[in-house]
């Protein structure tokens, strides 16, 4: 593969310093994308990347705008694969999406499904009386009446499936900012936030798609069932809780995004809970193999098993993998030991969020950041 090559501007602004979008999430990688593709493209042998754990994105899109890469996104979330199809795929010229986009906001809202589960009754009760919400009414009812627009589009074959995740990646752009949670959907403000009482409105994403650059492919699988090759792959899988209180079998993601899928899908599901949440969220129901704390046949946590079975498994010559101090259970020195026995163990990087401290471990030999705050461990391995 020939790949064009980047000049200084562009390797500045879009590999040093990229510009992405995204939801709140508590899995971003927004803070360590410096450091991500500082890592990636200190390798000169490295043309096509899986984001395997793809969230929000905003890896993919850092790396697809380098210009520089053939990028596999993969998420089991669905609504991780609008995004990825959104930013990486959405061929259209922009005014196209923006026409779309304006009718949308045109729409008067009206109350449906979303209003009726997710925004408070308009039945006079004191605001401190009511069940907590993720959205105002007003929000809700914009919500129903765009989301039911999109589906009769493309129903009636008015928009493609490209397009029509363009258009639902807009909406939940949107709805982020209106809302009136701490960043996911397992539980609600008690009294309403300062931007929820914004008007919901549709803007257009910020699209990366560049015909000139290598062709970025989407996908929506678990991690152990995808096919193909990569020179490299990203590895960011979910965390789960280090408290130890926490049921080991909780599948945080499934439960902390719900709403995002019903948003997608529009399925109208069958919901439970204070939260209004997805009865196919269940903890028992989605569970993660990554977020189990039980111990496993080898002696070891069964997560820090399956960590080690998909750098094993994973069909990559280099193996770049995140991991979150004050996420998981699994320690560091499990992580680099499990490793070292797996490859030749390239570089090692920590971030301490507190005090904006960034150390080269590698070189070190040793985590002058000790084990106190957020931090958050870059580990780079070239598999034999």
Avoid at 130 to 153: G, H, V
Avoid at 251 to 276: C, E, I
Wanted: glycine content about 6%.
């Amino acid at each position: 593969m020939i790949l064009p090559a980047l000049s200084p501007l562009r390797r500045r602004t879009s590999v040093l310093n990229p510009r992405t979008e995204g939801i709140k999430y508590a899995g971003s990688k927004l803070r360590m994308l410096p450091h991500i593709m500082k890592m990636v493209c200190s390798l000169d042998d490295v043309y096509t990347v899986l984001d395997a754990f793809s969230g929000s994105t905003r890896v993919s899109q850092a790396l697809y705008q380098s210009g520089r890469y053939a990028v596999t996104s993969n998420d089991i979330a669905v609504w991780s694969e609008v995004f990825a199809t959104c930013y990486l795929q959405a061929p259209r010229r922009e005014a196209y999406y923006r026409q779309l986009i304006d009718r949308l906001n045109a729409l008067p809202g009206h109350e449906g499904w979303f209003t009726l589960h997710y925004a408070p009754h308009d039945d006079g009760t004191p605001d401190e009386e009511m069940r907590k919400y993720p959205f105002q009414r007003k929000n809700t009812m914009r919500l129903d009446s765009i989301r039911e627009c999109i589906a009769e589009w493309r129903a009636a074959g008015t928009i493609d499936v490209p397009t029509e995740r363009v258009l639902l990646a807009s909406l939940i752009l949107a709805l982020d900012v209106v809302d009136s949670t701490i960043g996911h959907f397992s539980s609600y403000l008690k009294r309403w936030s300062a931007r929820s009482y914004r008007d919901l409105t549709l803007r257009l994403p910020r699209l990366c798609y560049n015909e000139c650059w290598p062709a970025a492919s989407v996908c929506r699988s678990n991690v152990f069932d995808l096919h193909g090759e990569w020179d490299l792959a990203y590895l960011d899988p979910p965390y789960g809780s280090a408290n130890v209180k926490m049921p080991s079998s909780r599948v945080r993601y499934a439960a902390y995004y719900h709403l995002w899928k019903s948003v997608v899908l529009n399925d109208q599901p069958t919901l439970f809970g204070a939260a209004g949440r997805r009865e196919d969220s269940r903890d028992g129901i989605s569970a993660s193999v990554f977020e189990d704390f039980h111990m496993g046949t080898s002696g070891r946590l069964k997560a820090i098993e399956a960590i080690e079975r998909l750098v094993q498994q994973v069909k990559a010559r280099y193996i770049l993998l995140s991991y979150n101090s004050s996420g998981g259970r699994v320690t560091r020195e499990e992580i680099q030991q499990m490793l070292s026995e797996n490859g030749t163990l390239m570089d090692v990087m920590a971030v301490d969020y507190a005090h904006h401290n960034m150390a080269n471990m590698f070189r070190t030999r040793k985590w002058c950041c000790a084990d106190k705050g957020h931090q958050e461990y870059l580990f780079l391995l070239r598999k034999e």
